[in-house]
């Protein structure tokens, strides 16, 4: 730790670079980010489907719910970065899911 902070500073970037580069997960070719979006994706559509088809009741408005639900969870993990954060940074996305989630899915059962 002799040197100053500015001539240390290419070797910390480099090194931020590095580790970011390793972080970056490739599965069948593709980024896990881009695989992520294409799972949210997907069930943005099977949503749109399930609207355009008029399906209707309880377990479609609940599978619905919980594609709404894991959706945001994926956003949390991979696009927010909450999935390398433990402990208490993580709780207010997880928390507010399950609150709002539990509250709709109570709505939609209590309704039917």
């Given at each position: 730790m002799g040197?100053?902070?500015p001539d240390a500073l290419p070797e910390m970037t480099h090194m931020a670079i590095e580790a970011t580069e390793?972080?970056?997960?490739?599965?069948?070719?593709l980024r896990v980010c881009t695989w992520t979006w294409l799972v949210m994706?997907?069930?943005t559509m099977v949503t749109w489907i399930i609207g355009r088809l008029g399906l209707s009741g309880l377990g479609v408005s609940l599978t619905v719910l919980?594609?709404?639900l894991i959706k945001?969870?994926?956003i949390g993990d991979?696009?927010?970065?909450?999935?390398?954060?433990?402990?208490p940074w993580r709780w207010p996305v997880v928390v507010w899911l399950?609150?709002?989630?539990?509250?709709?899915?109570?709505?939609?059962?209590l309704s039917a």
């Open positions: 040197r100053t902070f390793r972080k970056r997960m490739v599965v069948g070719g994706l997907a069930l919980a594609f709404a945001g969870q994926m991979w696009f927010m970065g909450l999935r390398q954060v433990r402990g399950l609150l709002v989630g539990g509250a709709i899915a109570t709505a939609f059962a």
